[in-house]
């Protein structure tokens, strides 16, 4: 069972213009929100978090938003630019109090900005 | 900068051998990770540690095993390698649990 979903496996945007990125999640534990960059033949770079205690949290060009009610967190770009072409990956995590715990994943959505 | 550095990025086993996977950090971080990575799957999470001896599983176990005697190292361990566990492994560290995983480069395993 999925329990963070990316339901787009591939974005195509026009350099310029704003990339959206979406994830839905299924479990309500979640309370802290990630999104990774991946270069080919390169790891995961850490992109951008939100607490759940916040809806908002930008970055220069990126702003994660999340809608609890909704189970939906999305990334925005803007301006697009080429070296944004990358996959992308959500990821979540459930503080069990216990220690640490792995994030879960997406599948990822490839984003391609075109020129 | 944190680093994690994986000793190979490409590694090619036959079917039934006994596999390490090296990982280390620089940064004293507490949790380390192992991860793999497969199209259309994602990162799946094979096991973790959060601190030295200790080890919990994941997604993921079975089939691996691994060891953390030092802080800084994490191992995954292939104990008996089979063609399903071609994949790229990716290992990661963070400093406790609000922190982003800081993740190495990847080791392209093909098993044959």
């Known amino acids: 069972d999925q329990q963070v979903k990316q339901n787009s496996p591939s974005l195509s945007v026009q350099e310029g213009r704003i990339s959206i990125l979406n994830c839905d999640y299924t479990n309500s534990m979640f309370d802290y929100f990630l999104w990774y960059k991946k270069y080919p033949a390169e790891g995961p770079t850490f992109l951008i978090s939100?607490?759940?205690?916040?809806d908002k949290n930008e970055d220069g060009r990126f702003t994660v938003f999340l809608n609890k009610s909704a189970k939906h967190l999305s990334l925005h770009i803007v301006p697009s630019q080429p070296g944004d072409s990358a996959v992308y990956f959500c990821a979540a995590r459930q503080y069990s109090g216990g220690g640490a715990d792995g994030l879960t994943f997406g599948k990822g959505t490839h984003l391609i900005i075109q020129p | 900068d944190v680093k994690v550095t994986q000793s190979s990025r490409y590694l090619v086993k036959r079917t039934g051998e006994k596999v390490f996977l090296e990982c280390v950090q620089d940064?004293?971080?507490?949790?380390m990770f192992w991860y793999r990575q497969d199209p259309g799957l994602g990162l799946r999470l094979i096991y973790f540690s959060y601190d030295v001896k200790m080890k919990e599983k994941g997604d993921i176990p079975e089939g691996y095993s691994v060891s953390r005697e030092k802080k800084e190292r994490f191992s995954l361990i292939l104990e008996s390698a089979s063609t399903n566990q071609t994949s790229m492994y990716l290992c990661?560290?963070?400093?406790?649990?609000?922190?982003?995983?800081?993740f190495g480069n990847g080791t392209r395993l093909t098993v044959t």
């Open positions: 940064m004293d971080h507490e949790n």
């Open positions: 939100i607490s759940s205690i916040k």
């Open positions: 990661a560290s963070s400093y406790d649990l609000n922190s982003p995983l800081h």
